[in-house]
């Protein structure tokens, strides 16, 4: 293999990036460098960098990426409304691009020739990871551990650790693969692999059991202003203690998980579990928002800008034009919505209890069913003639009617 001066690697202390230090040295030569994105994951981050140190790492990078991630990157998937396949809240994936521009950013500022990553052959964050290091530095050499070395399996990698004297949080015994930020937690692998098996209890490290949760529901408020969260129960917050204190209340109540066989990028379906707390409760909020102050044409446009946003997101698409068009439809549409959802937790579930917005299009004096000056109810048959129409010349020129006549007739003769 053709040898490197230096190269930047996505460290999280994980399994594949635990082994992957001595792994590069061996194969590769050159300095390693370890970059840990913290984007809220709450480890122990000095012990993972310690840990970098002990494998072999000649520098290690502790960036802090939260306030960021929060602000910049979660908050604007939230107001897009993008849900993949109608489950998946895109925790892992909206966590790459700004973990991956980071990596990026350390390389060229160290004078680095290569990028390395953990993902496996398999997955989807390959693709995320690479499209970012394409989008900002092409030039620089990608190297990818699992596309190349020997080992075959989470297993071989394990012995490998142990051989190397590295300790790894995954055994032979509960081989699961984790992610970690301040939006979510995933799980995927082992038992999970067979999607007819239920998610061991202990598996989970961010919700109670549902049916443990406490037996008295608990009312919240989410405050927004110009598009953004704002305030809990009427406190502000900033971003990121906002969306840890959502974390807890929700996750206390069973709030937020999520078992989904999705179809992959690469090709193949896989079956992961999520941990999504607070982001459950800020979709939930968010979608009652649009629900008030979005009109009719507005709203389901928006619905199918969802689904295209949440791909591009699970894609690893985010450093694009068209996400970036996207934004700027998003922004012109909700950025300046204010208002304030009341929610209730129970036992795993959500319901909406109460919702106000600045610019609501909700009149109480049109919808209602009492008596009331502002809506005549005979324009109705106008409109419904003219909506109609269509439908009308339809029958005339198809002689539906003869047709319900005829087929009448048969009936009766049968």
């Known amino acids: 293999m053709m040898g490197v001066k230096r190269t930047v690697l996505a460290y999280s202390g994980g399994l594949d990036t635990s082994v ?7 194969h590769y030569g050159g300095e390693v460098i370890a970059m840990i994105a913290d984007v809220g994951q709450n480890e122990d981050l000095a012990a993972i960098k310690a840990k970098a140190e002990a494998s072999g790492a000649d520098r290690v990078f502790v960036e802090d990426l939260r306030e960021e991630f929060v602000r910049d990157f979660v908050f604007p998937m939230l107001r897009s409304g993008a849900v993949y396949e109608g489950k998946y809240l895109l925790g892992t994936s909206i966590a790459r691009p700004i ?10 500022e160290t004078g680095a020739d290569a990028l390395a990553h953990g993902c496996t052959g398999k997955g989807n964050d390959q693709v995320r990871f690479e499209l970012t290091y394409k989008a900002f530095a ?22 490998y650790a142990k051989k190397h004297g590295i300790p790894v949080p995954v055994t032979h015994e509960k081989p699961y693969s984790m992610d970690s930020n301040i939006w979510h937690t995933s799980y995927e692998g ?20 549902p049916e443990k949760a406490p037996d008295q529901p608990e009312d919240i408020e989410i405050g927004f202003e110009n598009g953004t969260p704002v305030s809990v129960n009427g406190e ?9 204190r959502l974390n807890e209340i929700a996750g206390r109540h069973g709030v937020g998980r999520v078992d989904i066989v999705e179809n992959r ?31 009719r044409e507005a709203f389901h446009f928006k619905e199918m800008v969802a ?12 450093w694009t034009p068209l996400r970036e068009a996207l934004d700027s439809f998003v922004t012109r549409l909700v950025g300046d919505l204010s208002g304030t959802v009341r929610l209730r937790l129970y036992k795993g579930g959500v319901t909406i209890l109460g919702r106000r917005a600045e610019r609501s299009l909700y009149r109480t004096d049109l919808a209602t069913f009492a008596a009331d000056d502002v809506y005549r109810q005979a324009d109705a048959a106008g409109f419904i003639n003219l909506f109609g129409l269509p439908l009308a010349v339809q029958a005339q020129a198809y002689g539906r009617a003869r047709q319900l006549v005829d087929k009448a007739c048969d009936t009766k003769s049968e």
């Open 138 to 159: 092409p030039h620089l050499r990608v190297i990818a551990p699992w596309r190349e070395w020997e080992f075959r399996s989470r297993d071989e990698e394990i012995e």
């Open 20 to 26: 992957i230090i001595p792994w590069l040295k061996e």
């Open 265 to 295: 990028l690469v090709g193949m379906k896989s079956r992961g579990v999520y941990e999504t707390p607070g982001g459950t409760l800020l979709y939930t909020a968010w979608r009652e928002l649009e629900y008030l102050t979005l009109d």
């Open 307 to 318: 689904i295209k946003y949440a791909e591009l997101v699970y894609y690893g698409l985010w």
């Open 190 to 209: 082992g038992i999970l692999e067979d999607p007819w098996n239920a998610p061991p209890e202990d598996m989970f490290l961010r919700t109670v059991a």
């Open 236 to 244: 502000r917050l900033a971003p990121v203690p906002l969306l840890a």
């Open 99 to 108: 973990i991956a521009r980071r990596q990026v950013e350390i390389a060229l």
